[in-house]
């Protein structure tokens, strides 16, 4: 059975970092491409970022770009979001999702975590 | 950046009601729609890919049509379960892949 866990939210302030992690289990990570999705309290989704399965495609937001990055460890079975120079507007939960479809970069969303909030505050 | 408008953005019906949902793109996405559902306090859970293949295990009371611009998602007979929020979301060529902005069903 897939499960992802994500970590690593909190309270962060305006201009400061975190770091969120995805523990990925039940599949092999490196055969997938990943994702973070994020959901303003009482608000829609967003696509926040994404990484192909080998790491030769990265994506981000416009509303992230320059200042979230992405990156897996597939030894570790783990996907990371490093957001930095954080705003109000990033409070969020984030989701780490994963793609479909081996060896794809679709954007077909089949498999999500339950979350870790975000709040960005001072 | 392609932007997704659904509707409506809530709706309440009947169990056993036929319930549809509309979703448009603003350019032509060809057949790459998905359709996600979200209950109150849970992840979302793809239930349609590329606008009508059903994912595993979804019942066969939901289904989605359409190409292009415009998408229709239906359930066929409402159930107690289904109270939750649908999305749909493009997944068109390169991101950013984007989510129209909800549609609420709640039960009459």
């Known amino acids: 059975e897939v499960q992802l866990v994500e970590s690593g939210g909190g309270l962060g302030q305006p201009g400061r970092s975190l770091r969120l992690s995805c523990a990925a289990s039940?599949?092999?990570?490196?055969?997938?491409?990943m994702h973070w999705v994020r959901q303003a309290p009482g608000k829609g989704l967003e696509w926040v970022s994404g990484?192909?399965?080998?790491?030769?495609?990265?994506d981000y937001a416009d509303s992230v770009k320059g200042r979230f990055t992405i990156s897996r460890d597939n030894a570790k079975n783990s996907l990371y979001l490093q957001m930095n120079s954080l705003r109000t507007e990033d409070t969020a939960l984030y989701y780490c999702?994963?793609?479909?479809?081996?060896?794809?970069?679709?954007?077909?969303?089949?498999?999500w975590g339950q979350g870790t909030l975000v709040t960005v505050s001072s | 950046d392609i932007q997704m408008t659904q509707s409506p953005s809530s709706l309440s019906a009947s169990v056993g009601d036929r319930v549809t949902i509309t979703c448009q793109a603003s350019?032509?996405?060809?057949?790459?729609l998905n359709w996600y559902q979200q209950k109150p306090g849970k992840a979302p859970k793809l239930l349609i890919y590329?606008?009508?293949n059903l994912d595993t295990g979804v019942p066969s009371r939901f289904s989605g049509s359409g190409s292009g611009t415009d998408f229709t998602f239906t359930i066929s007979s409402l159930q107690p379960e289904d109270i939750a929020t649908y999305y749909c979301?493009?997944?068109?060529?390169?991101?950013?892949?984007?989510f129209g902005q909800g549609t609420k069903v709640e039960i009459k």
């Open positions: 039940g599949f092999t990570l490196e055969d997938y491409a």
């Open positions: 350019q032509d996405i060809s057949n790459y």
């Open positions: 990484v192909s399965w080998n790491s030769d495609r990265i």
């Open positions: 979301q493009h997944h068109n060529n390169l991101p950013p892949w984007t």
């Open positions: 999702a994963k793609d479909r479809h081996k060896w794809n970069y679709k954007g077909y969303f089949d498999s």
């Open positions: 590329d606008a009508s």
